[in-house]
């Protein structure tokens, strides 16, 4: 992953997460209020981040996602201010500078969005969004997000578990990996059209069975209680908060389920450096830095550093019976 001189984060406003589950509440009072008067569509308009709410996306998902249902993840945490989560990005498809999927991802069309699902399961096909989600309940968890270049954020996704999902379509006993893809549209993402692009397009990848049914795996289609942001992963990406960052692949289009160990975009671009399993570890270092500490972005500020200790398997150690008996350094 190329690795840019990162300048500290200016501070926006510090978000509080009562601050912000007041907001929601509100929000979500007003959304039911408004769409008891017929007048749904307008409930997005009660948006409190400086006006920044998306202005894409159908109705029906900015009302689904304003619905989700509270949960214990991440309480005490410090929030990332959504303007950070928002402007500092890695979405190679739209460039490789941090500003630049914010810049550059309003080009992406995200509605009408389909989802194929494939491969070792009994159910397969190509399902509208709005089908993927029907009777999918939502629910927002607060997810730390430890990038495999040393920073990291604190947010609030909505989503459901992607082990719903998958349960839908009966994997197979030969199902071992899900592999995931995201859009390619040249005409669409700028980096993809770039000739100095090393990515092989699409991006790929990809989770081990288990991984992939483990409760805290996510698809998260909102954030800070509004749809995703383009520059985010819009509509539906992943989350896999134990996980460098890299794994939770963007604007997803492609589920499938396989036998073989799918090939992932980084693990093909430097195996060396970006393992197929990318569990965060603060005693296995990237060839060229130190992982044992993160700059987090909570409140950023020019004097603060905030450089923090990077825990094992970013802090959730529920996952540690996935791994048990695997050198973590040889499977990185
Ligand atoms: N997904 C796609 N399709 N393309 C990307 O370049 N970057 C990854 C991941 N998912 C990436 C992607 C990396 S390196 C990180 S750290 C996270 O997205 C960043 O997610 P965020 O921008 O929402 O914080």
Known sequence: MLIKSAADIKSSEITSHSAYLNRRKFMQNSGVALAAMGLASTAGALETHAGKQPKFGPDWLK????????THFGKDEKLTPYRDVTSYNNFYEFGTGKDDPARNAGSLITDPWSVTIEGECEKQG??????????????????????????????????????ELLKRFKPLSTAKYVEFTTLEAPKQMIGQRSRFSTIDWPYVEAL???????????????LYGEILPKQNGAPIRLVVPWKYGFKSIKSIVRIRLTA????????????????FYANVNPKVDHPRWTQASERRITTGGLFSRNRIETQMFNGYPEVSSLYTNMDLRKNY
Request: hydrophobic residues 45%.
């Open 260 to 275: 073989k160990k799918p090939k992932t975009t980084w693990e093909q671009l430097a195996a060396n450096e970006y393992g």
């Open 126 to 163: 190509t399902f509208n969004l709005e089908d993927i989600l029907k009777s999918m309940p939502l629910e927002e968890r607060i997810y730390r997000l430890r990038c495999v270049e040393a920073w990291s954020m604190v947010i609030p996704w909505i989503g459901f578990p992607l082990a």
């Open 63 to 70: 009302q689904q996602v304003a619905g989700a249902t509270e």
């Open 208 to 222: 081990r069975i288990d991984e992939a049914m483990n409760p805290l795996t996510l698809m998260a289609v909102g």
